[in-house]
Structure formats: structure tokens, C-alpha cells
């Protein structure tokens, strides 16, 4: 079984820096391309940012800029990094991985973390 943990949500004011922690765990796993996605209330889920293996990288437009993803292929984490934080960053974020198991391959989602931009 995959696992993949959250960490690191909470209330933040506005401007203010949050970093986000994802720790997968699968016994004979290998993790692809990982990623963030977030809902908001009423709204449709959005990919925020995504990084393969090799630490290719894409974002949102929305928070390109601000958010910085990055992966530790040792201890199979990725993180998020978010600067600047605007009152439409407040979601909750999902992390999401590729992972394989021989030829086996699975989409993977952790339970989520509540972010909040407020003053």
C-alpha cells in the first residue's frame, strides 16, 4: 500500500510563508512525478505545481513566483514552499504521486492539509 502524509498547513496572514511537507512510504515503491493540487470551497481541484524525478518543474500561473516545489528522492518527500501568500491561496492542498511497483503503476493522493491566508 502507498502512503502519503501532509504536513505543515495552517493560518497564515496575508504575505506571510508556508512550507508543506509530503512523506510517501510503499514497501518496493518507486515514486515518478509528484505534485500539488488544492480545493477551495465551491471550486473545482487545481494542480498548483507538479516535479518528475529529475526535478523538472511546472506551476500554476496563479502562484508562479511564489511557490517553490522540491523533492528529496531519498526519504521520497516533496515539499512546497509558499511565499506570498494572498487570502486566494486558501485551500486545502493534496499531495499527489506517480507510483510504480514493477510494471505496476498507481495514482496516489494523501488526505490533505488545510491552509489558511487570513487577516
Known amino acids: 500500500q502507498v502512503q502519503l502524509v501532509e504536513s505543515g498547513g495552517g493560518l497564515v496572514q496575508p504575505g506571510g510563508s508556508l512550507r508543506l511537507s509530503c512523506a510517501a512510504s510503499?514497501?518496493?515503491?518507486?515514486?515518478?512525478?509528484m505534485g500539488w493540487n488544492r480545493q477551495a470551497p465551491g471550486k473545482q481541484r487545481e494542480l498548483v505545481a507538479s516535479?518528475?524525478?529529475?526535478?523538472?518543474?511546472n506551476y500554476a500561473d496563479s502562484v508562479k513566483g511564489r511557490f517553490t516545489i522540491s523533492r528529496d528522492n531519498v526519504k521520497n518527500t516533496v515539499y512546497l514552499q509558499m511565499n506570498s501568500l494572498k487570502p486566494e491561496d486558501t485551500a486545502v492542498y493534496y499531495c499527489?504521486?506517480?507510483?510504480?511497483?514493477?510494471?505496476?503503476?498507481?495514482?496516489?493522493w494523501g488526505q490533505g492539509t488545510q491552509v489558511t491566508v487570513s487577516s
Open positions: 499527489n504521486a506517480k507510483a510504480s511497483r514493477g510494471y505496476v503503476r498507481y495514482d496516489s
Open positions: 510503499g514497501s518496493g515503491f518507486s515514486f515518478n512525478d
Open positions: 516535479i518528475t524525478r529529475g526535478s523538472s518543474t
